[in-house]
């Protein structure tokens, strides 16, 4: 498990510098972040993480004032846990439950909002899936998990394989009365 949450660590590291760098104004360090970021995902789920190279900054672009009184230096989203499953398809998989983007509140008041599956390929570790949280258009009420378009269809939270083992490194809050129950639990 230590070289599965090396990996996601570093993932989402790269991602919190893909978003530095937007909000610094640096394109061809933004753009590079991204093409490494997304090398870190098989084809597919690698145009869905929701971060594409750019030709300009567009609405994004900031004043030199702006970047000297607040430079927006994203922090990586929290890890919360690694669960490990065997899968008849892909072998050992692994689900890292994680943070939003950019999580503005203390790691304790933070939820779980997504988990990237995790895969080894051809001896490289590549996330191949992603699952978000999925909330009732009524009441924004947190109801489970559901899958991106991108997601394989094989690949589902419920439909995992066989539970193996479970890391905990931080335990999230609960004002969803959805993530700490998820933090919980043994899958």
Do not use: Q
Not at 120 to 136: A, D, P, R, W
Request: hydrophobic fraction near 35%.
């Amino acid at each position: 498990m230590k070289k599965i949450k090396e990996f996601i660590e570093k993932f989402l590291a790269k991602e919190a510098e893909c978003w530095t760098n937007l909000n610094l104004n640096d394109l061809n360090a933004f753009n590079k972040s991204v093409r490494e970021f997304r090398k870190m995902a098989i084809e597919g789920v690698e145009k869905n993480l929701g971060i594409s190279e750019r030709t300009d900054f567009g609405i994004f672009k900031r004043t030199e004032k702006e970047i000297t009184e607040n430079p927006l230096i994203n922090k990586p989203r929290y890890l919360y846990k690694l669960s490990a499953y065997k899968n008849k398809i892909y072998g050992d998989i692994w689900v890292a439950y994680v943070s939003n983007t950019n999580p503005r509140r203390e790691i304790n008041k933070s939820v779980i909002f997504e988990c990237f599956i995790i895969c080894e390929i051809e001896n490289e570790l590549k996330i191949i899936g992603k699952m978000i949280i999925n909330t009732s258009r009524l009441n924004m009420v947190v109801t489970g998990w559901k899958a991106g378009i991108h997601n394989p269809s094989d690949l589902d939270i419920k439909k995992l394989g066989k539970f193996i083992e479970i890391e905990r490194y931080s335990e999230p809050g609960n004002r969803d009365n959805f993530s700490l129950e998820e933090y919980l639990k043994d899958k």
